[in-house]
């Protein structure tokens, strides 16, 4: 268990410095590569449900002490043995013993009795602490104060819904891939392997969360894993076989392959991280699919434009991803109010530059994975205001209603808004 508690309380420290998550869990599992397998599924577990209820840690650990601690991984050490006390399965004792001796190994002999008398406090005091730290909206709700107000504004009757599922574990969803099975042939298949599966509509099937390896047919290109809420990114799109279609922003490629499941396309795929274009061509050649692939920022088409126009365009805007907040619990205390208005910015001059490759009549779908209308209807409502000749068109019947999919048990949360250019 120390080297878990040391590895946890590292991509702890790291998330809270402001780094994106999965490398906080890259970096902390490069510094203890002699945790097994299972050993680093406890990370994650103790990592994601403590960031989940970091709001609740802290004013827990803030009654503990007389004065702050200085030290950022004894810091994160103490958050992190208080998160295992009440969300994992392990012995007391033994987490107690553990994170002292941790404490030692961060170079901190003399904070062993504070390591001691904290823990065994909170064992003392543990049925009071977990009533009396709901004070403030971050414990209680486990959410930013600004992030919740944001919410209440903005969804009056939904924002406490929202919270909710947005601090339960996020279901694990597969498109079926329908150029290679069909929905009734894979769920058979999943009943032959012993996995409880739900349909959700279209090519979506919820299953049990559980490791990709463990996913029947996933390594054949018969499923992939992707949001029920995300699959509606493909299918607003209106693609038909033939067509040019430009996929920006595109990394992973989730996107990218609903696409070319839903069509025979001429498809480029644009990322400007060369790193994350490996990830879409393997996804690609997972499923047996091909694109081009391009490294480049899509909101300067004079960089890699070849003059050719595009029938349809799918823009997924990197954006606060406050609608997939329990997939990274991170996000909520990494970002500021104040970056909302940088990523509009960045969402308009996107949206500004690949408008110029659409063809006149083509298609583009704008989609971000936030639940903030700042980063929707506003950026498509300043859009449409400044150029005449763009105008939002109807979705398909049964689409979600006003383009909004709000976090729910089944789904994320996005935004989908289709314009078409006259």
Known sequence: MLDIQLCAASVFGDTL????????????????PSLSAGERAVVREICYEGLR??????????????????????????????????FTRAKPYAIVDHAVRAAERLGQPAARGLVNAVLRNFL?????????????????????AWWVQKLREQYPDDWEAIITTENLHPPMTLRVNRRRTTVPNYL??????????????????RIDPRPVAEVPGFADGLVSVQDAGAQWGARLLDVADGQR???????????TGHLLELADLDLVSLDNDAGRLVRIRENLNRLGASATLT???????G??????????????????ASG???RHPDIRWNRRPSDLAKLAARQAALLDGVWQVLESSGKLLYATCSVFREENESIVEAFVARNPEARIAQFQPGAPEGGRIRPDDDSDGFFYALLEKR
């Open 188 to 205: 058979d298949l999943l009943r032959e392997a012993r996995i409880d599966a739900r349909h959700l509509g279209d090519m979506a099937v």
């Open 53 to 86: 209820s970091l709001g609740l840690l802290e004013a827990q650990l803030a009654k503990l002490l007389l004065t702050p601690v200085r030290h950022t991984g004894l810091r994160s050490l103490l958050l992190v043995a208080l998160a295992q006390l009440q």
């Open 295 to 301: 490294c480049a920022d899509a909101g300067e088409p």
């Open 245 to 255: 279609v430009l996929d920006a922003c595109a990394a992973p490629g989730g996107k």
């Open 303 to 320: 960089t890699w434009w070849d003059g050719r126009p595009f029938q349809r365009i799918l823009l997924d805007a990197p954006c606060s």
């Open 324 to 326: 997939v907040a329990r």
């Open 17 to 32: 410095d402001g780094r994106n998550l999965s490398t906080a869990f890259e970096d902390g599992f490069r510094r203890h």
């Open 124 to 144: 003392r005091r543990q049925h009071d602490l977990r009533r009396d730290a709901w004070t403030t909206p971050e414990a209680r709700l486990g959410f930013p």
